[in-house]
């Protein structure tokens, strides 16, 4: 739980809890072991939006982001609820630094604020950690 930053979600009791790891990331979950050598992660990440941001043309915003990374192909979209508001999720794979993983984002808009929920795992322990890392990811709650 994180009082200050009005959340709170569940975790597997192994995983290991990484705070403000990486750009907008408030908190990182990585599975059992070195969390700088896990093949897989969640973030929870909030980021300020302009006034007046929807929910569709932040979609937009995101997509058009992770284009420019190489390696970007988006598999899926889909409209659902995230923390109890609309949200949208995405499925893709990309290549950054020349190594590649796959990822599955939820988004939802909540005033001037983007919370998103990213699990991500290199390809061969992309389904072994799918079910822990959505368990965390469906958690999330508003506070």
Not at 76 to 102: D, V
Request: cysteine-free; charged content about 15%.
């Amino acid at each position: 739980m994180n009082q200050e930053a009005g959340y709170t979600f569940h975790y597997p009791d192994d995983w290991v809890v990484v705070e403000g790891k990486g750009a907008g990331s408030v908190v990182v979950f990585a599975p059992p072991g070195d969390p700088r050598s896990s093949p897989a992660n969640v973030s929870i990440s909030l980021t300020p939006v302009a006034e007046g941001t929807n929910l569709k043309s932040y979609y937009r915003q995101t997509v058009g982001f992770l284009g420019v990374i190489p390696g970007f192909r988006l598999e899926s979209t889909h409209r659902e609820s995230f923390a109890g508001f609309p949200a949208f999720s995405i499925a893709y794979s990309m290549s950054p630094k020349g190594t590649r993983f796959g990822a599955l984002q939820i988004t939802t808009l909540v005033g001037t604020t983007a919370y998103s929920a990213i699990y991500s795992s290199a390809p061969k322990t992309y389904k072994r950690y799918l079910v822990d890392g959505g368990l965390i990811v469906r958690s999330f709650q508003l506070i």
